[in-house]
């Protein structure tokens, strides 16, 4: 359950072209920057480039794989993407199913 700090964040947004990723990258990062959000470093680390390295340099890797949490409430949320294929991506709640997306 989210509140009132992450609740703009709680949406699924679905990704298709890179300027998609670089958006949701920068709304990431704003998060982090303005202490709404940690990183959360997972046992499978798929990514080639640091959060920090991706949002400053917006380079990724082929898989795009990063978690966060609510510094509040812990809700936790993924930016996830394969980008080798092209076959895009999300940024979504963690406990959201990424099939239920909606195009925004």
Same mark, same amino acid.
């Given at each position: 359950?989210?509140?009132?700090?992450?609740?703009?964040?709680?949406?699924?947004?679905?990704?298709?072209t890179?300027?998609?990723l670089?958006k949701?990258?920068?709304v990431?990062?704003?998060?982090?920057?303005?202490?709404?959000?940690?990183?959360? +470093?997972? #046992?499978?680390n798929?990514?080639?480039?640091? *959060?920090n390295?991706? @949002? /400053?340099?917006?380079v990724w890797?082929?898989?795009v794989?990063? +978690?966060? #949490?609510c510094?509040?409430?812990?809700?936790q *949320?993924?930016?996830? @993407? /394969?980008?080798?294929?092209?076959?895009?991506?999300?940024?979504?709640?963690?406990?959201?199913?990424?099939?239920?997306?909606i195009d925004?």
């Amino acid at each position: 359950m989210s509140c009132q700090h992450c609740q703009e964040l709680c949406v699924k947004y679905i990704i298709r072209t890179p300027d998609q990723l670089r958006k949701a990258i920068r709304v990431a990062k704003a998060a982090l920057s303005d202490k709404t959000l940690s990183e959360i +470093h997972t #046992a499978d680390n798929w990514n080639q480039y640091s *959060f920090n390295e991706c @949002a /400053e340099k917006m380079v990724w890797g082929d898989i795009v794989d990063y +978690h966060f #949490a609510c510094n509040r409430c812990e809700t936790q *949320f993924v930016l996830g @993407a /394969e980008t080798y294929h092209g076959s895009g991506g999300y940024w979504s709640p963690e406990n959201e199913k990424p099939s239920s997306i909606i195009d925004h």
